[in-house]
C-alpha cells in the first residue's frame, strides 16, 4: 500500500529544495563570499528546467497519489515559464539587493522557496495542494515586500499585501470547506463530477467564495486597491517578481481549478469572471492614464492586462476547442517577457536617476538611448502593436471571444477592444516624453547596469521581438500544452 | 445530531470574524479576527468530515493549522517591525501613500 | 445522544460570546484570552465530531503556540490595555455590523436549503478515522508532497520573520 512516487516528475521540486537549503548553508557558513549565495539560486533555477525538459521530451504524463499530483505538458509549460522567469527576477536582483542595505542569502531563501510553490502549483489537482502551493507562493513575498525594513512605504506594501492575503485565503477557505463538504473529497476531479449534476444554491456561493479569494490575490477590479501600494513600496526587483510571477501563479491556479474542477458549473464561474474581467481592464486602465510615477502606472497597467487574461477565461465555457485555456497561457507567457523587461528596464535607468517617476524619463532618448529603445520597445508591445508579441497575445484572446461567439463574449470583446485603444495612450506617454521632452538635470552618482541587468534586459526584448515576428513559437507551446485535453 | 448545528455556528464565527476585520484597526487584533475566520473553516472541514465519513477533510484542518501558525508568525514579526518605526500597532497610521 | 446535545449547545453558546468578545472586547489583552475560549471550544467540538487528533493538535498549536505568540504581539506593540475603545476600533463599525450580519443571514439561509434536517452518522467507523493511525496513513499515502512543501514553507516563514524582527 506504500505509494508510488515517481521521483523523476518530482525533480523540478527536489532540485529547488536543495538549492534552497544549500543557499542557507553556505550564506550561514560562508559569509565573506556574498557573491555566492546568488549564484547559487541562479544555478539552481536552471538546473530545476534540466528535468522539466527531459520529462517534456519523455512525453509520458505522470499521476501519483490517487491523481493529487498530476505532470503533464500543462504542468510542464507552466513549470517552465515560472523557472524561467525566477531566472530573469534572480538576473534583476542582483545589483539592487547587493548594493542596499539588505539582508542578501535570506532574500534568496525566500525567493525560491516562493517559486517552489509555483512549481508545485502546477501540477497540483486537489484543493489541499493548491492551498500548500498557494501559501508557499504568498507568505515568502508577504516578507520580501518589506525588504526595505527601514522605510515606511515598504513596511505598509508589506502589511497591506499580507493583511490582504491572509484575509484572502481565509475567504477562499470557506468556500473551499463547502466544496469539499458537497463533493465529498477534495481532488478536482471528484468536484468535477459532483458539480455535473444539479448542486444546490450554496454551492455556485462556495464557488464565488473560492474564485473572490483568487481574485485578490491576482488583483482583479475590485479586489485590487492593495496592488499600487504594494507595487511602489516593495524593492523593484520585489514588484517585478510579484507584477509577473505571482500574478501568473494565481492565475494558473484559478485556469486550474476552473478547468479541472468547476467546468461543469460554468453558470456560477463564468458572469463572475465577466464582471471581474472587464472591471479590470476599464478600472485599471483609466487609473493607469493619471499616474505620474511609473512603477504605480505599470501596477495599474498590469491590473489592467490581467483583465485580459481574464477575458478568454470568461468565455471559457462556451469555446468548443482548447483555444480559450491557450489563450491563457500564450497570453501570460508574452506578458511575463515585456512586463519583466520593462521594469527591468525602469531599474537600470532609476540607478542613474535615483528616481521612478515619469518626469525623469524626459529626455532618456538623448543620454541613455539604448535603454529608451529598450523601453519603447516593451511599452509598444504592452500596448499591443505589432510585430511586438503584446499583438499576438491581444490576438488569442480576441480570437477565443470569437470560438466563443455569445452575445457576453462579444460585448466582453468590445469592452476589450476599447482598453486596448485607452491603453495605447499612457504606454504611448511615456515613449513620447522619452524622445521629446528635453531632459532634466541629471543626478550625480550614477551606477553603471551591471552585466546581470543587461542580460535579463536582452533576454525579454529578444522574446519580445522574436514571438512577435514567428508568434507560432508560443502558438505551438500552447497547442502541445492543451493537446490532451 | 444535525450537520447544520455545527455549519451554522461556523457561519457565525466566520462572519463575527468578517466583522472584526473591518472593524478593528490594531493589527493584533485584525489578525485574531483572521483567526476566528479560518477556526470556522476547520469547523466546517470537521463537521463534513464526520458527515461525510471522509477523513481528508480533518487532513485539510490540519494542514490550514500549520499554514496559520506560519502566517501568524510572518504576520507578527511585520506588525512589530512597523511599530518599531511608526511607534504605533494601528493600521491606518502606515496610511502614507494614496490611490 | 441528549448529552451530545447539551454538551453542543452549551460550547456553541460559549464560542458565540467569546467570539463576539475577541471582536469587540476594549482590552487587547482580553481579546486574546476570549480566542482562547473559541479555539478551546472549537478542539471540544472536534471531540464531539470523533476527531480526536485535529482536536488535540488545535489545543498544541493554537492554543500552546499561536495564543503565546499574540500574547508576545501585544506586549511588544504595548498595544493598550486600557478601556478606550476609540482607539482600537475605526469608524466602520456599523457598515462591518451590517456586512457581517448580512453574511451569517446569508449562509444561514443557503445551509438551511443545502443540509436541512441531515444527520451525521456516529458509528464505530467515525471514531476509528479519527485515530492518528488512520490519520497518519492517509497523510502520508496522498499528501505527501503538500506535507513536505509545508515543511519549506515553515522554514521559509521562519526565515522571514527573523529577518523582519530582528533589531538592525
Redesign the interface.
Known amino acids: 500500500?506504500?505509494?508510488v512516487?515517481d521521483y523523476h516528475a518530482?525533480a523540478p521540486?527536489i532540485v529547488l529544495?536543495v538549492t534552497?537549503i544549500l543557499c542557507?548553508l553556505v550564506d550561514l557558513f560562508i559569509p565573506d563570499r556574498p557573491r555566492l549565495v546568488p549564484q547559487l539560486a541562479s544555478l539552481g533555477v536552471l538546473a530545476a528546467i534540466i528535468p522539466v525538459l527531459t520529462l517534456a521530451v519523455s512525453g509520458t504524463d505522470v499521476s501519483?497519489?490517487?491523481g493529487?499530483?498530476v505532470v503533464d505538458n500543462y504542468a510542464l509549460a507552466f513549470d517552465g515559464l515560472f523557472l524561467v522567469v525566477a531566472y530573469i527576477t534572480l538576473l534583476v536582483s542582483f545589483d539592487e539587493i547587493a548594493d542596499g542595505d539588505y539582508?542578501g542569502g535570506?532574500y534568496y531563501?525566500?525567493l525560491l522557496?516562493?517559486v517552489?510553490?509555483m512549481v508545485?502549483m502546477a501540477s497540483s489537482r486537489d484543493?489541499?495542494?493548491i492551498?500548500?502551493?498557494l501559501?508557499?507562493i504568498s507568505?515568502?513575498t508577504?516578507?520580501?515586500a518589506?525588504?526595505r525594513?527601514?522605510d515606511?512605504?515598504s513596511?505598509?506594501a508589506?502589511?497591506?499585501y499580507?493583511?490582504i492575503g491572509?484575509?484572502s485565503?481565509?475567504?477562499m477557505?470557506?468556500g473551499?470547506?463547502?466544496i469539499?463538504?458537497?463533493a465529498?473529497?477534495?481532488k478536482l476531479s471528484v468536484i468535477s463530477e459532483y458539480s455535473a449534476g444539479s448542486p444546490?444554491?450554496?454551492?455556485a456561493?462556495a464557488i464565488f467564495l473560492t474564485i473572490v479569494g483568487f481574485a485578490f490575490k491576482v488583483s482583479a477590479v475590485p479586489f485590487h486597491?492593495w496592488a499600487?501600494?504594494t507595487y511602489?513600496?516593495a524593492p523593484l526587483p520585489v514588484t517585478a517578481f510579484l507584477s509577473v510571477a505571482s500574478k501568473a501563479a494565481g492565475f494558473v491556479a484559478l485556469l486550474t481549478i476552473i478547468r479541472f474542477g468547476f467546468f461543469n458549473s460554468s453558470d456560477s464561474w463564468q458572469p463572475l469572471i465577466w464582471v471581474l474581467a472587464a472591471a479590470s481592464m476599464t478600472f485599471g486602465n483609466l487609473?493607469a492614464l493619471r499616474q505620474t510615477n511609473i512603477v504605480r502606472m505599470l501596477a495599474y497597467s498590469s491590473i489592467a492586462q490581467g483583465g485580459f487574461i481574464l477575458v478568454p477565461l470568461a468565455v471559457a465555457g462556451d469555446v468548443s476547442g482548447p483555444s480559450a485555456w491557450e489563450a491563457v497561457l500564450v497570453y501570460l507567457m508574452i506578458y511575463a517577457a515585456m512586463n519583466l523587461g520593462a521594469f527591468a528596464v525602469v531599474m537600470a535607468v532609476s540607478r542613474r536617476t535615483h528616481s521612478t517617476e515619469i518626469s525623469s524619463f524626459a529626455g532618456l532618448g538623448r543620454v541613455d538611448s539604448v535603454n529608451a529603445v529598450m523601453l519603447s520597445l516593451f511599452m509598444f508591445s504592452l500596448a499591443g502593436i505589432p510585430p511586438l508579441a503584446g499583438w499576438f497575445a491581444k490576438f488569442v484572446i480576441f480570437r477565443a471571444v470569437f470560438d466563443a461567439g455569445t452575445t457576453a463574449a462579444v460585448v466582453l470583446g468590445v469592452i476589450a477592444a476599447l482598453n486596448a485603444v485607452v491603453a495605447f495612450f499612457y504606454y504611448s506617454n511615456v515613449v513620447r516624453r522619452m524622445w521629446f521632452d528635453e531632459a532634466p538635470e541629471v543626478v550625480s552618482s550614477p551606477r553603471p547596469a551591471s552585466v546581470a541587468l543587461t542580460l535579463a534586459i536582452g533576454i525579454t526584448v529578444v522574446v519580445v521581438v522574436v514571438v512577435g515576428v514567428y508568434p507560432e513559437v508560443f502558438a505551438r507551446l500552447g497547442q502541445l500544452a492543451f493537446a490532451s485535453g | 445530531m444535525e450537520l447544520n448545528q455545527f455549519l451554522i455556528l461556523s457561519a457565525f464565527i466566520f462572519a463575527v470574524g468578517v466583522y472584526g476585520v473591518l472593524a478593528r484597526r490594531n493589527g493584533v487584533l485584525v489578525l485574531m479576527s483572521v483567526e476566528l475566520m479560518l477556526n470556522a473553516v476547520n469547523l466546517n472541514l470537521i463537521a463534513f468530515s464526520a458527515f461525510n465519513q471522509n477523513i481528508n477533510g480533518q487532513i485539510f484542518a490540519l494542514f490550514i493549522i500549520a499554514v496559520a501558525a506560519a502566517e501568524v508568525g510572518v504576520g507578527l514579526a511585520i506588525i512589530l517591525l512597523i511599530y518599531r518605526n511608526l511607534r504605533s500597532p494601528d493600521l491606518d497610521q502606515v496610511e502614507q501613500l494614496k490611490g | 445522544m441528549w448529552g451530545q446535545q447539551v454538551v453542543f449547545w452549551l460550547l456553541a453558546i460559549a464560542m458565540g460570546a467569546a467570539a463576539i468578545g475577541v471582536v469587540r472586547s476594549r482590552d487587547v489583552v482580553h481579546s486574546v484570552l476570549f480566542l482562547v475560549v473559541v479555539l478551546a471550544g472549537a478542539a471540544a467540538q472536534y471531540i464531539l465530531l470523533a476527531a480526536e487528533f485535529v482536536a488535540w493538535v488545535q489545543v498544541l498549536i493554537y492554543i500552546g503556540a499561536v495564543v503565546v505568540l499574540f500574547l508576545f504581539g501585544v506586549m511588544l506593540t504595548r498595544s493598550p490595555m486600557g478601556h478606550d475603545s476609540n482607539r482600537l476600533d475605526n469608524d466602520q463599525r456599523w457598515a462591518a455590523g451590517v456586512v457581517a450580519l448580512l453574511i451569517f443571514g446569508v449562509l444561514t439561509a443557503l445551509l438551511v436549503d443545502a443540509f436541512g434536517g441531515q444527520q451525521i452518522n456516529f458509528g464505530p467507523e467515525l471514531v476509528a478515522q479519527g485515530s492518528p493511525q488512520a490519520i497518519g496513513s492517509d497523510l502520508f499515502r496522498t499528501f505527501i508532497v503538500p506535507f513536505e512543501v509545508v515543511s519549506m514553507l515553515l522554514l521559509a516563514a521562519l526565515v522571514g520573520a527573523v529577518v523582519m524582527a530582528r533589531k538592525d
Open positions: 500500500m506504500n505509494p512516487i518530482l521540486e529544495s534552497i542557507l501519483m497519489f490517487g493529487a499530483f539582508y535570506e531563501v525566500l522557496t516562493s517552489l510553490g508545485m484543493l489541499v495542494s492551498f500548500i502551493a501559501e508557499t507568505i515568502p508577504f516578507v520580501l518589506g525588504w525594513k527601514h515606511t512605504k513596511n505598509e508589506a502589511i497591506k499580507f493583511l491572509v484575509l485565503s481565509a475567504v477557505l470557506y473551499m470547506s463547502l469539499f463538504g458537497f465529498n473529497g477534495t444546490p444554491a450554496l454551492f456561493v486597491f499600487p501600494d511602489e513600496g487609473a
